[in-house]
């Protein structure tokens, strides 16, 4: 069986960073993203200027701005954060079929079997938080590893704008210096236990038997000294429906006029249909869709109800996109939106309350 490749995505200080895409004079300043302190809100994220004065998401906002008077408070405006994720997303379905968001601003990627980049997950790591910078200004982080554990910590270790490689050779050497608390499923309860055992750490963990962690922790005993060792078999379970299948292309060289536009259709139609030839069944066409981004990163897109797939329908789609800007062109898209046939029936088959 060939050793998985797993790559771990996690935005960096996701609501806040949209924000600041969003409103550049933020640049520079502490930005806290949450609810109103007269009513006991609570911090969702903030960026690093807001850290380094001690804020952290979950924190009360009322504490927070004890903490840092400058804060700037900005109430969450989630169509737009879901929206900035979907687009993250699409990013990723170039990479692999097997994803597995956690939220938002984080989501697991099989890449065993991608053959993109060579095979090698690196490269496509690397080729993602690129694509991710130029496409969409915003900045993720990656981990890369045999499993999802490993991938999960890998992302967080050169936080931000970082990106760690943990070779399956590797892996040994990596856990043993690991404390007890960056275990996944080890929370504040389970670290106290493990330290009246004198267990800080991996290295330590690893001293005792299995049974011995089963009398202390039950089954999880038995998780943990998997972990300890560096083991995790969950796989990457690609439970969201999809909504769209899309390809997208950043020129190196912007695209000066509408005629070298429509000149990129063909290969990108390509590439439209062999993405949409792995779709299950379950799917069915409902409209296309065009995405410009101009030089300047302002970007447009125009979809088609009822509209038939064709070069020609983009061509005509892709030059009324074109004429809202007029202006050379640094990234061009084709997708098509998706009827979910599965989801449907799944919703038909609900009991009335």
Avoid at 103 to 112: G, I, R
């Amino acid at each position: 069986m060939a050793e998985r490749k797993i790559i771990h995505i996690d935005a960096d200080c996701f609501y806040a960073a949209v924000e600041t895409r969003e409103d550049p004079g933020l640049q520079g300043k502490p930005v806290a993203v949450g609810g109103n302190e007269r009513q006991r809100g609570v911090v969702a994220t903030c960026n690093y200027e807001a850290r380094s004065w001690g804020v952290h998401s979950a924190m009360p906002m009322a504490q927070a701005l004890k903490l840092c008077p400058d804060l700037i408070v900005i109430h969450p405006k989630m169509d737009i954060y879901r929206q900035v994720s979907r687009e993250i997303h699409a990013i990723l379905q170039d990479y692999s079929d097997i994803i597995e968001p956690l939220s938002l601003d984080e989501a697991f990627l099989d890449v065993t079997a991608s053959e993109n980049c060579h095979g090698s997950a690196t490269l496509m790591a690397q080729e993602i938080r690129s694509r991710v910078w130029q496409e969409l200004r915003l900045v993720v982080s990656a981990g890369v590893a045999p499993n999802k554990f490993l991938a999960k910590i890998a992302s967080d270790w050169r936080k931000p704008n970082g990106l760690f490689v943990i070779t399956p050779a590797e892996v040994d050497e990596f856990v043993l210096q690991l404390p007890v608390t960056k275990l996944h499923g080890v929370g504040r309860v389970t670290a106290q236990k493990l330290e009246r055992l004198g267990i800080s750490d991996c290295a330590t963990l690893r001293k005792f038997e299995p049974l011995q962690l089963i009398k202390h922790f039950g089954k999880f005993g038995e998780r943990l000294w998997q972990l300890a060792h560096g083991r995790d078999e969950r796989p990457v379970e690609a439970n969201s429906r999809r909504q769209s299948v899309s390809v997208e292309q950043t020129f190196n060289q912007d695209l000066p006029d509408l005629a070298a536009c429509l000149a990129q259709i063909p290969m990108l139609m390509e590439s439209l249909n062999k993405r949409l030839a792995r779709v299950g069944e379950e799917y069915r066409i409902d409209r296309p869709y065009v995405k410009i981004k101009f030089h300047d990163f302002t970007q447009t897109t125009l979809e088609q109800a009822g509209a038939l797939v064709s070069q020609e329908r983009y061509a005509m789609m892709l030059s009324a996109a074109y004429a809202r800007g007029n202006k050379p062109v640094r990234l061009l898209g084709l997708g098509i939106r998706l009827e979910d046939l599965q989801g449907q029936a799944q919703q038909l088959e609900l009991p009335f309350d």
